[in-house]
């Protein structure tokens, strides 16, 4: 049987980052598959040395419902130790960020591991937080509902976070997709090895709430 969590990630800021490197901390323009395992895996109370085979098997893809403004924070910070000496520094950094954005985050694969995950983001181990520390949810993420559908029916059919554009960009985890995101864990994060992941991005039109059939697609209630 066939599945998908849905998990709202909605904020003022939200950094998703790809390619962090050194003093250059970028984001991507939406949710990583990383980012929203790691997510998982703190309302989960799972270690970063723990396994996440469970969770990096799983389809992932993303509803773009607002796209986000890249925002940067030029960070200072003083008296840091360097690597390898004693001598302290000052350390300028540039921090990009997601700032407005919303986007569905959908999670494809067994029912009772995606219901146990659902049950974990409302009632976190952890805080959770949307790629960084300093990126709290302003939604819930276990606000979310286990859809019994497929990933891609599962984000369109789902109601809109927000009312802004008139289509979604959809980015789809697809084995033949043209593009790729180097977001797929390949073991515990302690070890920080990730692979090329291919994707599929498609434009798929809002549904106006009166065009919207008769039958909703069926969605379990979230438990409390």
């Not at 962090?20 to 990583?32: C, I, K, N, V």
């Not at 270690?47 to 030029?74: A, M, N, Q």
């Not at 949810?137 to 859809?147: E, H, K, L, N």
């Not at 039109?205 to 379990?220: A, C, L, M, V």
Request: include cysteine; proline fraction near 9%.
């Amino acid at each position: 049987m066939t599945a998908t969590l849905l998990i709202p990630l909605v904020g003022p800021l939200q950094a998703w980052g790809v390619d962090a490197r050194f003093d250059l901390r970028q984001t991507g323009m939406e949710p990583s598959k990383s980012g929203v395992i790691g997510l998982c895996c703190a309302a989960l109370g799972r270690d970063r040395r723990d396994s996440i085979e469970d969770l990096s098997s799983l389809l992932f893809g993303v509803r773009v419902d607002r796209e986000g403004r890249l925002s940067r924070d030029f960070h200072t910070a003083e008296n840091v130790i360097g690597a390898g000496t004693s001598e302290l520094r000052t350390v300028v950094s540039n921090r990009w960020y997601l700032a407005n954005a919303a986007f569905l985050a959908g999670l494809q694969g067994p029912p009772d591991l995606l219901a146990n995950i659902h049950r974990a983001l409302q009632h976190p181990h952890w805080a959770l937080v949307l790629g960084r520390k300093s990126c709290p949810p302003s939604v819930p993420p276990g606000s979310g509902a286990v859809a019994n559908l497929p990933l891609k029916e599962a984000l369109v059919g789902h109601d809109p976070l927000v009312n802004s554009s008139e289509s979604y960009r959809l980015v789809l985890e697809d084995p033949q997709g043209s593009q790729t995101r180097p977001d797929q864990p390949l073991g515990p994060f302690s070890e920080r090895h990730f692979g090329l992941r291919r994707v599929t991005t498609l434009a798929v039109p809002r549904q106006p709430i009166s065009d919207k059939p008769d039958h909703e697609p069926d969605f379990h209630p979230q438990v409390n």
